[in-house]
């Protein structure tokens, strides 16, 4: 949202307006599937979706290309009655297709190389013999209004109606915000249980749940919210449930992440699991200082998979102030999103209050992560 007032509120009533009718005409209602050996059962569906946001970080496309691909899946797999033996060809040609509608030409994997490389047991000849039967299926339409694009344009409205929505997150502009609610509609697009929803009532669950935390008046901008839409109450009450038990179980099943707290002369540095931090108490006497028990709101990955194991705290260099730990890692969503709200100089980085570059620097003799600029507590 570069140029936010009245016309740019026009704007994104209208692209809002545009994508719930287009969803209205692609949109089927997901009927659950007895799981036999002649279909695709809906825990198959949820491993290759699964399966599908790996590929598009391991190849390193836009978010918008797996919840097309994803969409398409869905899309075909509503439509016909699809052998579970099929499903990874189903599942990579649907990747292709996405990637084909959305990237820049020079992003495009070669289809050789995405056969090859993704592990699909398809060969190039097969799917693009089945891409031709999911464009025929499908009618050769692919332009679809996904969550995500519903989660675009629902996220600027907020934006623009509450300003104050991100006091509560000073580090964070509305482009790194965003990056975080991608990171986990795109977890919740793997869960077959939210296929009973359309992806704007997804979307606008996320958002109502995310304001939520932020601002005191969440529920009369949700309502708005929800009449711009044109949606039931009740789904959106019942959608909400759903996707906060969902991502509460993508909290708790995070890797354990480590962080480092440093203390001076009394106690050594330690590694503590999930902000639970455990003290060391050191043999030298000195000032005791209080706990941080900060804990990361956003899930990273795997930040403290570098160091479980410390040497004793003679390798480390002691200094008499806390160090700073960056309130969020780098996101490769931030690149792509940033654009939509004017912010291609943000130098801000976005994913936890853990996120500390413990990556060792090249030829460092200290095992111990590198230390940040030091603020005088």
Not at 259 to 269: A, Q
């Amino acid at each position: 949202m570069k140029f936010p007032g009245p016309l740019e509120n026009q704007r994104l009533s209208f692209l809002l307006e545009k994508a719930i009718s287009r969803e209205a005409q692609m949109w089927k209602v997901n009927l659950p599937k007895m799981p036999t050996n002649q279909n695709v059962s809906p825990s198959q569906r949820d491993e290759v979706i699964q399966w599908l946001a790996k590929l598009k970080y391991q190849f390193n496309l836009y978010p918008e290309t797996f919840a097309l691909a994803s969409t398409l899946v869905d899309r075909f797999l509503a439509t016909v009655k699809a052998h579970p033996k099929y499903l990874s060809c189903i599942a990579i040609s649907c990747f292709f297709l996405a990637a084909k509608t959305v990237e820049e030409d020079e992003r495009i994997p070669v289809l050789k190389v995405l056969a090859r490389d993704s592990f699909c047991g398809c060969s190039s000849s097969e799917i693009l013999r089945m891409e031709r039967i999911i464009l025929d299926k499908l009618n050769w339409d692919l332009h679809t209004a996904t969550p995500l694009d519903f989660l675009h344009i629902f996220h600027a409205i907020a934006v623009s109606a509450r300003p104050q929505l991100l006091f509560s997150l000073p580090k964070l502009s509305p482009s790194q915000h965003l990056s975080v609610l991608t990171k986990q509609l795109l977890h919740c697009m793997a869960c077959n249980q939210l296929l009973q929803f359309k992806g704007s009532m997804l979307a606008l669950a996320m958002v109502s749940l995310e304001m939520e935390k932020l601002i005191p008046d969440w529920l009369p901008l949700t309502i708005e919210l929800l009449q711009k839409a044109q949606m039931e109450s009740s789904q959106l009450i019942h959608c909400r449930e759903l996707v906060a038990h969902h991502l509460s179980t993508l909290q708790s099943s995070l890797p354990l992440n480590s962080v480092y707290v440093y203390r001076p002369l009394k106690h050594t540095l330690v590694t503590c699991d999930k902000g639970v931090f455990r003290l060391h108490p050191s043999s030298v006497p000195g000032p005791d200082f209080s706990k941080d028990n900060s804990k990361p709101e956003v899930p990273v990955r795997g930040t403290a998979a570098f160091y479980h194991h410390l040497p004793a705290a003679g390798g480390c260099k002691h200094t008499s102030a806390k160090r700073k730990v960056e309130e969020m890692e780098v996101d490769d969503f931030y690149d792509g999103i940033k654009r939509l709200y004017n912010e291609d100089n943000a130098s801000e980085n976005v994913g936890s209050v853990c996120g500390t570059d413990l990556s060792r620097q090249e030829g460092h003799p200290s095992p111990c992560p590198p230390l940040q600029p030091v603020s005088v507590m």
